[in-house]
């Protein structure tokens, strides 16, 4: 309870530094905050080509909206794992790119990743109206899944933050850790069907690579991502607690853990 009086004490700290990212992002850039939509379409547009074109790979058909666009497949997916992933990395050195701050001010040291969250979020939310204005004009019945979309946003976003509190913590004492999860991301990444469809492997994979494939935490994620924005209906509600278990355990953990070590911070910075 004391950590979460500290940060609420903190709050006008986190606003400002909140304030600072957002400003500072993509400053003096010609095109501006259109980097942030620019950044997946690309990706989209070369993994299209690899797998869509060189290798066949087709999306399934949207149930109900009929859509079976593999740009879109991708980009229902692309947006979310880039959002976790973009958390993950500015959480990490969140701490590391800010050791004079650390060193001479007193305030709650989690307000430093818990401001890289916010403002990641704006980015997110910017991507995903524009996904989901793209989906609707494509055929799928976003509208009334809109609420339901925003909750597994908010759930990402603190499965995400827990996970960076671990980081940004860890990466003090272990310097070696920014180069690790550079490694551990890309092994993430391909363990989440962001680029196929999981049920592709269905029985031709080991149960447990399978179980790693639909289950972990990313996996499901995007596949109720899917289900609201691509598909245009209700996701698995089971998974819709998975993530709710997930997310809070994830918060907890990453408090946890970052109380733990933070009295150590300023001696080993």
Same mark, same amino acid.
Do not use: I
């Given at each position: 309870m004391q950590q979460l009086r500290d940060i609420a004490n903190s709050r006008n700290l986190l606003w400002n530094l909140t304030l600072r990212e957002l400003r500072s992002? #993509? *400053?003096r850039s010609v095109l501006g905050w259109s980097w942030s939509m620019l950044n997946p379409l690309a990706q989209m547009a070369i993994y299209t080509f690899v797998f869509g074109v060189l290798f066949g790979a087709q999306a399934p058909v949207g149930d109900p909206s009929g859509i079976t666009t593999y !740009?879109? #497949? &991708? &980009?229902?997916g692309l947006i979310p794992w880039g959002f976790f992933? %973009? +958390?993950c990395g500015v959480g990490l050195q969140s701490i590391l790119s800010n050791t004079t701050l650390v060193r001479k001010v007193a305030f709650a040291r989690e307000s430093l990743v818990i401001s890289q969250v916010l403002f990641c979020s704006v980015q997110f939310s910017i991507e995903m109206t524009l996904v989901c204005i793209a989906l609707t004009l494509a055929g799928s019945f976003i509208l009334p899944w809109l609420p339901v979309t925003i909750l597994l946003m908010i759930l990402l976003a603190i499965f995400a933050m827990g996970v960076a &509190?671990? &980081?940004s913590v860890s990466a003090v004492f272990f310097r070696d850790l920014p180069y690790l999860w550079t490694i551990i991301n890309q092994l993430w990444f391909f363990a989440t069907p962001v680029i196929y469809d999981p049920h592709t492997f269905? !029985?031709?994979v080991p149960d447990a690579v399978h179980a +790693?494939? #639909?289950w972990n935490p990313t996996a499901v994620f995007i596949r109720s991502f899917r289900a609201t924005t691509y598909n245009g209906r209700s996701p698995n509600w089971n998974d819709v607690i998975v993530l709710a278990i997930a997310a809070t355990s994830s918060l907890i953990i990453g408090l946890a853990t970052?109380?733990? %070590?933070? *009295? *150590? %911070?300023a001696e080993e910075l």
């Open positions: 992002k #993509y *400053r !740009g879109l #497949y &991708l &980009l229902t992933s %973009l +958390v &509190l671990v &980081l269905d !029985g031709k +790693v494939l #639909y970052f109380n733990k %070590l933070k *009295r *150590r %911070l």
